[in-house]
Nanobody
Framework: QVQLVESGGGLVQPGGSLRLSCAAS????????MGWYRQAPGKERELVAT???????NYADSVKGRFTISRDSAKNTVLLQMNSLKPEDTGVYYC???????WGQGTQVTVSS
């Protein structure tokens, strides 16, 4: 059974950093495209970043230059390094196995002073 478990969220001040992790079981993440999405209150879920099987990455324009998606194949984990955080980055962040209906339970990120 596939499980995606996010961690690393929390409360951070504007300009701060967080690193999110998505620990996967039941799949080998390096063989699939994986992504991070987020959902702010009252808004639809949106793409943040994806990483393909070959290691190619794609980012939402709003996070380019600030966020970095990567994977640790040894730990079967997808990472999202978030720097220069802004209040508009606030939301629940979800890990996703791209092209499937598999999602993690989400981790809350709040950027506020």
């Amino acid at each position: 059974q596939v499980q995606l478990v996010e961690s690393g969220g929390g409360l951070v001040q504007p300009g701060g950093s967080l690193r999110l992790s998505c620990a996967a079981s039941g799949i080998v993440i390096s063989r699939h495209s994986m992504g991070w999405y987020r959902q702010a209150p009252g808004k639809e879920r949106e793409l943040v970043a994806t990483i393909t099987r070959s290691g190619g990455t794609n980012y939402a324009d709003s996070v380019k230059g600030r966020f970095t998606i990567s994977r640790d194949s040894a730990k079967n984990t997808v990472l999202l390094q978030m720097n220069s955080l802004k209040p508009e980055d606030t939301g629940v962040y979800y890990c996703h196995w791209v092209g499937t209906t598999r999602w993690g339970q989400g981790t809350q990120v709040t950027v506020s002073s």
